[in-house]
């Protein structure tokens, strides 16, 4: 898959036109289907923040699924499993772009796993997959123990589909627990490379090529040899 993993979603003018690349062709020509499965597992979320996810209603942003596409759909992975593959698998492969909400990468990726989403990651080759914040975490190794809401206790293994991983809403206003003193502090215990960065920044990653889009601030930590391959406008 093409992957554009941010923390908080197509934010600004870099992070759109890497998606466009990435599409090969403009957003009104696409098909998407938004997931919004991480919601559930994070207790600060609620049916009220999935519907305001999924209409776009959060104020003063822009959400993913009100960037001006042909279509919009929602995908609940929670309910793929009593379906049968038959029926949704069509329209992953019908869609041009996965739309990833946040919320809690661990429950994510138990649900990718149980629906069988994660077997057919590997016949996506062409597909865009646009993560926010967990849905970015849950295609890392690892994401760490702070990150942990839906079993506190349990593992931080996510997907690995990348070699590296992410500490999301760096510097947030308001949000004592992800300054970048925190963020060093969580590399410490994370086993590989691992990048904090805040709502202005994405990573995509494209055929193993790594490259940092950002209009605001990130730090690449526990660094290894090569893994950035662009890193423009830190």
Same mark, same amino acid.
């Given at each position: ?15 759109? @036109?890497t ?40 104020p ?91 079993q ?59 490259n940092?889009?950002? @209009? ?19």
């Open positions: 898959m093409k992957l554009l993993l941010t923390s908080g979603g197509v934010t600004n003018d870099s992070i759109r @036109e998606l466009v690349q990435l599409l090969g062709k403009p957003f009104s020509e696409c098909r998407a289907l938004f997931i919004p499965t991480a919601q559930w597992g994070q207790p600060a979320c609620s049916p009220e923040t999935v519907w305001m996810s999924t209409a776009g209603r959060w003063g942003e822009t959400g993913l699924p009100e960037l001006g596409w042909k279509s919009v759909g929602v995908l609940e992975l929670t309910a793929l499993a009593s379906i049968g593959s038959d029926r949704w698998v069509p329209w992953i492969r019908d869609a041009d772009v996965l739309l990833v909400d946040g919320g809690e990468a661990i429950y994510l990726c138990h649900w990718m796993r149980q629906s069988g989403l994660v077997d057919l990651l590997p016949s996506l080759s062409e597909k865009v997959w646009v993560g926010v914040s967990a849905g970015s975490m849950v295609m890392t190794p690892r994401v760490g123990r702070e990150f942990l809401d839906w506190p206790d349990g593992g931080d293994e996510t997907l690995g589909v990348v070699d590296f991983s992410i500490f999301p809403h760096l510097d947030y206003p308001g949000w004592s627990s992800n300054t970048l003193e925190a963020a060093r502090e969580w590399a410490t215990r994370i086993p590989g490379p691992a990048y904090a960065i805040d709502d202005q920044t994405a990573i995509s990653v494209v055929d193993g090529v790594v940092v889009i950002s @209009e605001g601030h990130w730090e690449l930590l526990n660094a290894g040899p090569a893994l950035v391959a662009g890193s423009p406008g830190r």
